[in-house]
DNA sequence: GTAAATATTGCACACTGTGTATTATTATGC
DNA sequence: GCATAATAATACACAGTGTGCAATATTTAC
């Protein structure tokens, strides 16, 4: 939070890890106790959601889109977003492209997680494909989190079907 | 090259702006003139290409996943890749996975330029897709090129046709 | 062969990130 | 309450990153 409100403030380049540390009222040392550097006191934990019990995806043969959708989507209500934090977030990370490196890394984590249950789900043949599949929906995921944030109107399960309309409407395009 | 060569022969760790610059006989200095970092040394251009000459892409109305991957095979004939030194990055960035960040920040702006176009012809109306078809893009471009790197049968050409056959293979999963 | 343009380098400096030892703080049992 | 153990915060030293600037070397052009 206090990387966040000095970014915002003053721009990353004034966002010495000892900016952060005095408007946190910490050392810088008790900082790097925390984060690793910066950008991640920045992002914290935000976007990264974890798959947890998706054995239900694995084995269902519904509409595989309708799956990913529902799959990401409940991720997100582990622990609920603060819409005004993300906000915030997004507003330092778009008018910052370094930060946006670290924000990738994130989303790839959960990318990894998906492509490992999707290659399950189609078969090993399918690596190539489970791991393409895996980017575009967390891709999708990050479009409609952010247009979540934006829409205060937006309720949490309103992403899970932006996800699996932008999922549809891609789909759409690739096989005309 | 340099960067490169020290970072396959003592690990990253070992492989400090000091390190690769007494590696190519120059000063430290004179290493940050040309590179920002180390990272970007030890990725050097070998991914990223540039899409220019594209309004054919914009105007036609073929199969677009044909077309893309015309598009991105193209851009590989700009310069021609050097699949011996590819091999070595693609070793040291499977071995760091800090490197992997940069790497995807290389593509990332290959796909930007990829959803520049498709956004042209597809209509702004269709951005968000636009943008998911360009990231979905670019990184079945990638496995392409870590496919060939990895195989030496394979020519440039075929590239081309590895990009359009994930690329259909995702379709027919999605529309299933 | 000289002068201008360009490239390289040395140096100082602010910042990042980590190991280690020391000091605070908090938790626990009695 | 109080001594003690566990945990957290901090100070400090240090290696490395990256940049600005001025000085020096090298190349280019005429």
């Given at each position: 939070m206090a990387a966040v409100t000095v970014a915002l403030r003053n721009g990353l380049d004034q966002t010495t890890t000892e900016a952060i540390a005095i408007e946190a009222g910490i050392s810088t040392r008790t900082f790097f106790n925390y984060y690793n550097n910066k950008q991640a006191a920045i992002l914290g934990e935000a976007i990264r959601l974890d798959i947890k019990g998706a054995g239900w995806f694995v084995e269902s043969s519904g509409p595989i889109l309708d799956d990913l959708a529902k799959l990401l989507g409940q991720g997100l209500h582990e622990d609920p977003l603060d819409r005004a934090l993300l906000l915030k977030i997004i507003a330092v990370v778009d008018a910052n492209p370094t930060l946006h490196d670290m924000f990738r890394t994130q989303v790839d984590e959960t990318s990894s997680s998906i492509s490992g249950l999707l290659e399950t789900r189609l078969g090993s043949d399918l690596a190539i494909e489970s791991r393409l599949l895996a980017e575009l929906s967390t891709r999708a995921l990050t479009e409609a989190v952010v247009a979540w944030a934006a829409?205060?109107?937006?309720?949490v399960d309103s992403v899970t079907v932006q996800i699996a309309a932008n999922l549809r409407s891609v789909s759409k395009i690739m096989c005309q």
């Open positions: 829409d205060e109107t937006m309720t």
